[in-house]
């Protein structure tokens, strides 16, 4: 069967995904998160603008890796033992104890500074795959109707940004034109300036679009109710928060009161909706694939978990002493879990730009 | 006015005066006007006139998204606008603006279509029917999984009509729906509206600066000057209007009565006059040159071999090209036949995958820097304002002539002779659309380019402004520039081009005197030709000066 699975489903698998990510910065286990996310987003992306977008966002994780190895070598705290190449190093009063500039560059910190980044990236590369198979815009169209004006500004948001980069490639073909191509203070201004009017323009012109076609209509007025729920629900979910991080506080503090918080927002927004009726065109189901996906997704978080739990050195980098990375079996499953949907779930309907590959499947 | 005609009027306009804050005289000052249901409007105006406000009152898009202050009453379907804003007016007002693009919420056809149903929260079995039935209406079935992004204008534009469609409202505001469109792709447009005014019944307003491509639809004009409106039949309005296109100021300058409004009836009018053009003019051959023939053949510049791609696709296909020096040239073809890089490719700042460009001396302008590229050929992109960054037009001024190396004044002397009596501390985005293109085109002559290339110009400018900027352009030939301008605009062409180039598919399908490529072109004939051939005249200025007396 053909069809988009619910934005709802990938976005948690691959928020599922970057959470378990987060918990490691063994090696092989990182590789194994991004070979995951890379070929579940090969196989299941659709030909959208989004779609082709995860290549950015693999751009964006290696120069959060190189940007993490250069901040360790101008002032990273170097450590190990293993020597790899002096660096002329400068020294800083007391008070900068922890940051050194420059100094001897040993093995162990590099791979430190290397794989944290890579724990990053990974994560980043994360929301990228959720964005490559759930375009943002489908996932907005389950946005709560009461948020409509918070909708509004994400739906502008979320389309204007992708124009930004084309605006600011128009606008700096066009300083050319002017002779300009310096890079000094001046430039910026030249580019900021018309890119910002642009995307302002866009914006409204945009939100005035959306407007004239009948978003957030009303048919009963909001009521008082409705924002005294939400009100209150949100000061609830703050107070709940406090108490459950802050230690010092009675753990009857912390999530109880955050639940109350929630359950009161979720009350307000729900109230709220009736009043901006709206329906669906082609509601995308939830069935059996999207529960897969989830599932998928969370098992391989668990499975981090478990992991961790266990044993906690399995995901780590082992570096003091320097060594081999270890292969935790729960880890490995559950991304071999993960990978189960790019086979799964259904194939996301192809679009008429791509005659070659609906050749293919039609085949 | 009985009771049961006031049920007939779609909009009503009573005492209706608009004023923004910002500026010192009303955007519209006592307008009363209905517009009964079913009819197909026409607003017309000078740029600036108050025709967008005009419009935008109708879906309360005026006031309550720009500001401003509205008196008067205006009424949509018995709704008053003071107390409905844009959302609550959406069943019964669609409203389609000039760049489609920027209106489209979601990503693909489909979506777009079902968008405005899903916040009306119509049933999914209704917006499916009514998604189909939109479709087939539009002819773009094919197209339902498309991403709006790669479709050309002309499909973009009709999805934009189709997607305020499928909420079945009585009254449809087009604010220039073609102006970015060529003149095939403003066929389909407005033929589609057509059928909804005679298939449905719809009310249409629509404003648009090319009257030459939409008057004839009109059942009723409104001319809007100063934010003061009158309205009336085409043919009693155009009598005397500000603008006009061709065809009235032929029949004008004719002295026909009634003035015709269609090809057709100008035709039939027309047999006298062409009779006695026919004495001046017995064959082709005999047509006067345009009056500033190139006074040398010698090409300006040249391109051999240019190729460019874009990605996968080829933008450009080995063109050889040679636009001779003191002479306009008009790049003419589809949307997205090429037309923009080949331009860009020409100046050297766009990319090239392979060939050759030269200047008169033999100079590749790709191998320049951008400061000396910028003396020897100007470019004014499609968006002109993207050159202008600073707060004033003074400030502009001065930039241009330090980075020209250029006394100072110079840009502002070019600027007054291009546009008089733009204030010097006026900021850039105040400027009406023919001053901002004004500006930018006085910004990149102060280096005095001798190749000059426009992208587009003539979009959102109205008759005066284009006759202006076609002396412009005629002015510079004449002063030994070389002048390539691409448009859809033919009626620009005939009055300003020594030779048109058509593209197509990014090659060079035609390329010779204006006369001979553009008259015998369906598409590309402008009204004159049309309603004089075979008497080869292309503009009523050539007939005016075939015959200089008033001859009928």
Redesign the interface.
Known sequence: MVRHLHPAAWWIWALALAASASLTTNPVLLAGHIAVLTFVVMSRRD????GRAFRLYAVLGAVIVLTRVILHLAVGLKFGQHRLFPLPTLDLPSWAAGIQLGGTVYLEGLLAAALEGARLGTMILAIGAANALA?P?RLLKVFPAALHEIGAAL?VAV?VAPQLAESVQ??A?????????SLRLRAF???A??VL??TLD?S???A??????????RTASASRLTSGLTLLGLLGACVGLYGLLDSTSPAAFGVPVLAIGAALCIAGIWAGGRAV???????DPWSGAEWLTVSCGLTALAASIVSLRTSPGALAMPLQPLGMPSLPIPVILGLIAAAAPALATPVP?????RPERVQAVVA | MTAYESLGAAVRFSNVSVHYPESASPALTDVNLEIDEGELVLVIGRTGSGKSTLLGTINGHVPHFTGGRLSGRVEVMGRDIATHRPRDLADVVGVVGQDPLAGFVTDTVEEELAYGMEQLALPPATMRKRVEETLDLLGIADLRAAPLRDLSGGQQQRVAIGSVLTTHPRLLVLDEPTSALDPTGAEEVLATLTRLVHDLGVTVVIAEHRLERVVQYADRLVEVADGRVRHGSPAEILADSAIAPPIIELGRYAGWSPLPVTIRDARRAAAPLRRELAGAFPTVAEVAPPPDAPASPAPGVTARGLRVDHGGVRAVADVDLAVAAGSVTALMGRNGAGKSSLLWALHGTGARTSGRVHLADGTDPASLKPPQRRSRVGLVPQSATDLLYLDSVGAECDQADQESGQPPGTCSALLADLAPGIPHQRHPRDLSEGQKLALVLAVQLTARPEVVLLDEPTRGLDYPAKDRLAATLRRLARDGHTVVVSTHDVEFVAIVADEVIVMAEGEIVAHGPSADVIASSPAFAPQVAKVLAPVPLLTVDQVRAALPRNAI
């Open positions: 030909g959208s603008p989004w375009s815009k739906v389309t128009r606008v073909r066009a300083r050319a034109l002017r002779g300009e191509t201004r030249g580019i300036m018309p009017q642009d866009r409204m012109a945009l005035a679009a959306m407007d004239g076609r009948g978003y957030g209509r009726p709206r329906t669906i065109y082609r509601r309907p192809l679009t008429s730009q």
